[in-house]
């Protein structure tokens, strides 16, 4: 465990920084939390709305069984109190982009009750700096529609295809002390859903945001008053709205001023936080228990299906990837952190091991360096990501198979990769029509050697006046003389032995 | 010929299928005095071509001797606070009217997929809000029952389901759909001199239908004979998937199973039923009430549900604060009424599409129930209301351990003179006092005619039963239809 050191410098001394998130996290699910409509993200406006979610006189809310199932399998993932009885409720305000005029939601007895989280503060180093951000609760509610403000010039228009879309609130406790804090929390959170399957997390698309609670108090006293900066939707805008609201307050209080509980807005051009409203017009909004609703009732079969259905969390395979696999630190943490990488690796590691028979131990740590460099590297450049990449893991296999029984070299192997990219080919196939088998044959390798160093007498003489580091530059020339296609080691030896 | 329209949906059903008439006629005979009838105001919307493409179509099966749905050939009302597919519902309010649904309820769908046809849209107080009928946008229905004695005064038909009574009474519709809350299937139907059924809640599919509170609101039929009430429940009932509130359980053959023989049934009299005051005529019906049930073989006891007094003060806080929500829904932004004064802002077309759309009764009861559910108000309100209505459960559950069945009048009163209590809501909201907490118990309750008034006017037994067992309860008001031998009607003046 550690202790932030994270204060902000005030004219009085220092200030501690409390932050508390409250995530919106869509659920991944085929259909809304009430109505059977569909959830896909960037549909053509109102395409994806029920009866219900349009609430027309009369129709009724449903609970989906999936939405419900996903957030019990978050909770269980934060290892937290599923509540086997929960209730739902409704909160009752007007918005044009709230058609029912109430959202319905859990404010008496949400669904998840108290869990944690751990998280990682050296990512080089990932168990050398851990702190444990406690959960307060997981309750599952109804998103609201969009308005649109710029499709008429007096009007605004209503898209109700993400009215009644399920949300998981997830609700931290005022654990995190720093910017930082508070963005590894974020992170953290965001690959276990998507490591759960509970949620996408992908910010940008708005299917997980942030309310920011931020106060600031002088250590080891009360805690100050919160501000929340509602809905923010990135990492990085996490990380600055808590610094910015947190020198904001300093300066509030030490102006002599007070800080106010209130709502605000980010304003990631400007990087700053705006007040949107103070508590004391905030809405009255009348919760009471949904009568159109029974309370929800899991039994304990439904909650054995969803922790059967769990997969191995990232802190567990991170573990497994240094003590079983023998990674690194930093490579099982950075394969680790997206469920995406871990499975594509997982699959590279199973085929390996499959085609050169041999444990996923044994082809592990070539498996991570050539995904981590060779590939991410290639990916980079051509601005695509592990799931659409033109070589999968079962091609990537293949290629490390090669360099390890000695077929190609590195070298070779990289000018194999480049070609698998740009033709689609397999490397066996490549490997076989271009001749890039490399070779032990020591005659054909003495020969070449001994021209190289033929023609370069002057640096023969400078090598054993001892300028030794010449020793690469005879590999290299042997190696370009063979077309890269001698085996090093022995290419190695033998010029060792032509100098002697 | 006897006429058709006087006919029982039962009668109906097989005298059509005994090729004793045809549909048609029956449709038409019903059109017509629907058409004849508008001084009742009973519907807001009339739809005789669907009551006549309903029966061609059981005409037409039937000349091919393809097998008859359980209710071919019958024509009914349906209370316009179920959604029809493509006809206009308005729950009464201004703020639908001109809203066409492109769905149909779950009731009304199981209704015309059993062959039954629309006759209309039957007039209610606006969103349900309401015992006289009075609420209604489109004008107060008007009973067909007058006092006797020349007195001319237009009578309250009972609400909510004051068109469905009011109809079912003239012979304008054999039987019809209501919904209750707190009594407006049960009240309507005493005031009218018909039967009437409130399931246990659960036992009908709430999609569908406007709602005004939803742990309340259940759909039953209207019908003039327990057995029509039998047969229309029987189609109304079922399972729905889309109604998370609906009990899934077979729905059993309520006609089949009638009986009237009361033999080894215990039927409570619950003491608190009979407060002073109440009025000698009721009083002296329900105790012809004891002792038909005596004679049909049942043992009475007598009873006490202790918790009867707050029925009412905790209905008037529950169903409001449960309607303040759902209708928060009419926002002038997506169907029904928009008003739009120059200039305004969101906030400003909330507030005037509201204030032109509901009537007074349905505003008054949306403030009531904001009141009770607001910041500061809900636990001494809300929650302590829903803490008494476990306890009026507990009545019933506790009671029902010495008794299978409970008798009390259904409603305070005979029909009122319209306008009456209209400018005392609380008197109004006292006419529901025998049937709200059935309501609240979530039990079913029937009321079935007894007898007339010295005016003249009918006057209603209530029967209420356990959860589930509605067979109880017709049966126990078959006995009592036997023995009342109830024939009396409207006389004509519309």
Known sequence: ?500 | MTDLTDLTVAEIRDGFRAGDFSAREVAEAFNANVASAKALNAFIVETPEKALAAADAADKAKAAGEALKPLSGVPIGMKDLFCTEGVQTTAASHMLEGFKPTYESTVSKKLWDAGAGMLGKLNLDQFAMGSSNETSYFGNVISPWRRGGGDNAALAPGGSSGGSSAAIAARLCPAATGTDTGGSIRQPAAFTGISGIKPTYGRCSRWGIVAFASSLDQAGPMARTVRDNAILLETMAGFDPRDSTSLDLPVPQWEANLSSDLKGKTVGIPREYRPDGLNAEIAALWDRGIEWLKDAGAQVVEVSLPHTKYALPTYYIIAPAEASSNLARYDGVRYGQRELPDGAGLQDMYAATRAAGFGPEVKRRIMIGTYVLSAGFYDAYYTQAQKVRTLIARDFEQAFEKCDLLLTPTAPSASFALGEKQADPLAMYLNDIFTVPASLAGLPAMAVPGGLDSQGLPLGLQIIGKALDEQGVLNAGLAIEERAGFTARPEKWW
């Open chain 1, 1 to 500: 465990m550690t202790e932030s050191t994270y204060r902000i410098q005030g004219a009085t001394g220092e200030w501690e920084v409390v932050i508390g998130l409250e995530v919106h996290a869509q659920v991944t699910s085929q259909a809304k939390l009430f109505s059977g409509a569909a959830t896909a993200f960037g549909a053509e406006p109102n395409t994806q709305v029920s009866l219900v979610d349009a609430a027309m006189p009369g129709m009724l809310p449903v609970p989906n069984r999936e939405c419900i199932r996903q957030a019990v399998r978050t909770g269980m993932a934060i290892n937290a109190k599923i509540n086997k009885w929960s209730r739902f409720d409704r909160k009752n305000y007007f918005y044009a982009d709230l058609p029912q005029g109430y959202q319905i939601s859990q404010l008496y007895h949400p669904l998840v009750g108290e869990g944690e989280i751990e998280i990682n503060l050296d990512e080089k180093n990932p168990d050398a700096a851990t702190k444990r951000i406690g959960i307060e609760r997981i309750h599952v509610e109804q998103d609201a529609g969009k308005l649109m403000h710029d499709q008429h010039p007096t009007r605004s228009y209503v898209d109700l295809n993400r009215s009644g879309v399920a949300l998981m609130e997830i609700v931290s406790k005022p654990d995190m002390r720093s910017p930082a804090e508070a963005g590894a929390y974020l992170s953290k959170l965001r690959t276990i859903l998507r490591y759960v399957g509970s949620c996408d997390g992908n910010m940008d698309q708005g299917s997980m945001r942030a309310d920011v609670n931020v106060s600031v108090r002088k250590p080891g006293h009360e805690f100050g008053t919160r501000t929340e900066t509602k809905n923010v939707n990135s990492v990085r805008f996490v990380m600055a709205v808590v610094e910015y609201e947190a020198n904001r307050q300093v300066d509030v209080l030490e102006a002599g001023g007070t800080i106010v509980q209130e709502t605000r807005l980010y304003d990631p051009d400007k990087n700053e936080t705006r007040s949107m409203r103070s508590k004391e017009d905030a809405h009255d909004y009348r919760y009471f228990p949904d009568p159109d609703l029974l309370p929800l009732e899991l039994d304990d079969v439904f909650l054995e299906e969803c922790r059967q259905s769990l997969p191995e969390l990232p802190d567990a395979k991170r573990r497994r990837y240094e003590e079983q696999l023998g990674l690194s630190a930093y490579n099982a943490a950075t394969l680790t952190a997206d469920a995406d990488t871990a499975r594509w690796f997982e699959a590279l590691l199973a085929e390996g091991a499959r085609i050169q028979k041999k444990s996923e131990g044994e082809v592990a740590k070539a498996s991570a360096n050539w995904l981590l460099s060779e590939l991410y590297g290639a990916l980079n450049r051509l601005g695509k990501s592990l799931e659409d990449s033109p070589v999968g893991p079962e091609e990537g296999a293949e290629l490390l198979a090669l360099v390890a029984d000695g077929t190609i070299s590195g070298t070779i192997a990289k000018q194999v990769f480049e070609i698998m990219l740009e033709t689609g080919e397999r490397a066996p196939a490549i490997v076989e029509e271009k001749g890039l088998k490399q070779t032990s044959d020591t005659g054909a390798i003495e020969a070449a050697v001994a021209k190289v160093l033929a023609d370069n007498g002057d640096k023969v003489e400078q090598y054993k006046a001892g300028k030794e580091a010449l020793f690469g530059f005879f590999v290299g020339q042997t190696m370009k003389a063979m077309q890269g296609k001698a085996n090093p080691q022995v290419v190695n030896e033998l010029i060792r032995k032509a100098l002697a």
